[in-house]
Structure formats: C-alpha cells, structure tokens
C-alpha cells in the first residue's frame, strides 16, 4: 500500500482531470471483474451478448428503414399524382423505378432470422407471430374496415367487405402481413427439417400460382424472397463475410443492369408481368450492392434516423398507409397551388405522424394496442406471474 502513496500524491496534486481520468480507467477495470454468482454471470453474459448482437446487427435496421422509406415515398408520391393528374410525370417514373426494391427487401430481411426463431420452442415461434403479425393484421383491418364505411356513408364510395377482407382479400397495404403469416407457417413446416427443400418448394409454389390470379402470383413471388432469407439465415455469418470480401464493382454491376431494366418497364409494374421470373430475377440483382451499402461502417453516424425507422418499421408501414389514402379527400378541399410544391411537405408530414405513433407506441398503452396485444394485461390489471429463479 505504501508503495502506491507517490502514486496517489501525483494524482491529487495534477488537478481535477487527472482524477477523473484515473477514475474512468478504474471503472473500465471494474466492470470486468470476474462475477461470482451465477446470477451475475447470466447477467454479465447478456450484456454483452445484446450489444455484441446490436452492434452486429445494425445493418439489418438501415436496409429495413430504407426499405420503409422506399414504401412511404412511393405510396405519397401516388397519392399526390392520382389526386393533382398536373403533377410533375418525374414523381412516377421515380416511384415506379424504386417500386421493385422495397417489397422484396422487406421479405428477405422477415425470413433472416426464422431460423433463430424457431430453435427457441414451436409454441414460442407461433406465439410470437400471433402476437406481432396476426394480432396488428386482425385490428388494423377493423380500422381500415370502418375507415372505409365512414367514406362510403359521407361520400357513397363503396367500401370493403369485412369478412373477406379478414379471411381472403386483404384490405389494402395488410396483405403484407397476410402473406408473412403464410409464410411463417411455411417456414415452420419446412426449414426445421428440410430448408433447401423449403426454397425448392418456394419455387415450386411460385411457377404454379404465376399463372394464378394476381394475388396468387404475387403470394408465390415473395415467397421466393423469404425463403431466400431464410436460407440465408442458416449461413448468416458465412454469407456476411462473403459480402464484406466481394468487390464493390460486382455488387454494382448488377444492380445498374437491374435498375435500368426497371426502368425500362416501368409499365408493367401493374400487371401480371410484374411477378415475372426475370423481375425476381433483376429484384435479386441489385440487393448485393444495396446490401453492402448498408454494411458500410461510414454510415455509422449519419444512419441512427434510419435504423430507427427499421426498428419501428411495422408501425410505420402500418400507419402511413390511411394517411394517404384518406387525407386527399381533404387535400383537394384545402390545397389549389403547385402540387409540385407540395410532396416534399406533404411526405414529411405523413413520416412525421407515423414516426410519432412509432415513438407513442412506447410511451402510451392505449396506443400500444393498435399493435400489441401486450398493453391488455396493464388494463385488465391481469396479474404478472414471475417464472424467474431467484
């Protein structure tokens, strides 16, 4: 001890910096003291685990966010072409080039992490779903539902059917979660036992339902996207590695020759041929360099808006989506200027309201339960049983 007194006398006399120095060194030291219990040892394990995983994970939020980004824009900038026909013809070409990579991401990335998912228990697998897909899918079509009779009465637009819109035709932008549900339940039948027969069968599936109805078509073309992504999840940290090696021309290349090629048809993005092989194909092909471009570490500092967004992205996908619907109803009431003008703030304004419920989400129960059954329990005032070890 007294062998660190000069130690101490030349820490005291160098001032207040130096204090704070040493005291931030010996707090660095201390928080990996070797734990004693188990408790600590679990809790210190934890830790580290979760930042390790969000820190390696980061890159899934941006390519979501983007995603989410592309949805918004693309769904507001048709808003303000279909209700001002003046409107600038960029706006579409914009949209309609963009339009192929925002669904197909979205799938992929729902299908990474399936795998994880269900080594975690069969019944926690389906439970989880229930709770986050089918529980948002179930309450949102009431309220697109009554949306709907609310203009069909005011306006004589008629509206939707609510039984259908439940069971077969979803209502809108829910087919999204229709289709996940579908596809989870897939994946539970095939990837435990069988996962490169489960994107086989993925194919399958897709070359018989593209000769289909539209809704058949695009059920087996995104099924091709998950399964995809699921597929990847078995070999995730192989398949990060090979891109963080591959060279930045090889994921360009294809991504310039799949852009052009959407740019060449944009036409029939609202038809059958939308769902094409060559279309999955050119969807497939630009993902390496959009991928890689969310890997990139210069992102870091700049991109926490984004993976934000990717984090909330359900919430914003599912309430963008009236808003732009129902909102030129009063646009064309209000708004006769430039329509030019008015999508830069009209976009910001429908990411504004959608951000804010994704932030009020946490923040308020009754909120909560437009997308979480989990708010219930603290209105009911059921009781939280506690199945921890003590």
């Known amino acids: 001890m007294i062998g660190f007194l000069p130690y101490w006398i030349e820490i005291l006399s160098s001032g207040s910096s130096r204090i704070k120095e040493h005291a931030n060194r010996m707090k660095r030291k201390t928080s990996w003291v070797r734990p004693k219990t188990f408790q600590q040892i679990n809790e210190a394990y934890m830790h580290h685990k979760t930042n390790n995983m969000a820190e390696r994970y980061r890159w899934m939020d941006r390519f979501r966010g983007s995603a989410i980004l592309l949805v918004v824009y693309l769904h507001v900038a048709y808003s303000i072409t279909s209700t001002y026909p003046d409107s600038w013809s960029l706006f579409d070409t914009i949209r309609e080039t963009l339009s192929p990579f925002r669904m ?88 435990k036992r069988w996962p490169v027969l489960g994107v086989l069968a993925a194919l399958g599936l897709y070359a018989l339902g593209y000769t289909g109805t539209r809704e058949i078509a695009r059920l087996g073309y995104y099924l091709v996207f998950f399964m995809t992504g699921c597929w990847i999840g078995l070999h995730l940290t192989a398949f990060l590695r090979f891109m ?124 909560s339960l437009l997308f979480s059954p989990k708010g219930w329990s603290r209105i009911l005032r059921f009781p939280q049983l506690d199945y921890s070890f003590k």
């Open 104 to 191: 197909p991401v979205l799938m992929l990335l729902s299908g990474l992490l399936v795998e994880r998912s269900i080594k975690k228990g069969v019944w926690r697998y389906i439970k989880g779903k229930m709770h986050y897909i089918l529980y948002p899918y179930v309450v949102w079509t009431l309220i697109m539902f009554a949306l709907y009779a609310v203009r069909e009465t005011y306006l004589g637009i008629p509206g939707r059917r609510l039984v259908e819109g439940l069971w077969l035709h979803p209502i809108d932008h829910l087919w999204f979660l229709y289709n996940l549900l579908l596809y989870y339940l897939f994946a539970l039948l095939t990837l």
């Open 244 to 367: 963080q090696r591959i060279h930045w021309g090889l994921a360009l290349v294809p991504m310039c020759l799949g852009v052009i090629f959407f740019w060449r048809h944009t036409s029939d993005f609202s038809t059958q041929k939308a769902y094409a092989p060559w279309f999955l194909l050119a969807s497939l092909a630009t993902m390496p360099a959009f991928l890689k471009l969310c890997m990139w570490n210069g992102w870091d500092r700049c991109s926490r808006p984004v993976e934000w967004i990717g984090r909330h992205s359900l919430v914003i996908y599912l309430v963008h989506w009236p808003i732009t619907v129902f909102s030129p109803i009063f646009l064309v009431v209000i708004y006769h200027g430039n329509p030019n003008i008015l999508l830069p703030f009209y976009l910001a304004v429908v990411l504004a309201i959608s951000c804010l419920f994704a932030f009020m989400e946490r923040q308020s129960t009754l909120i």
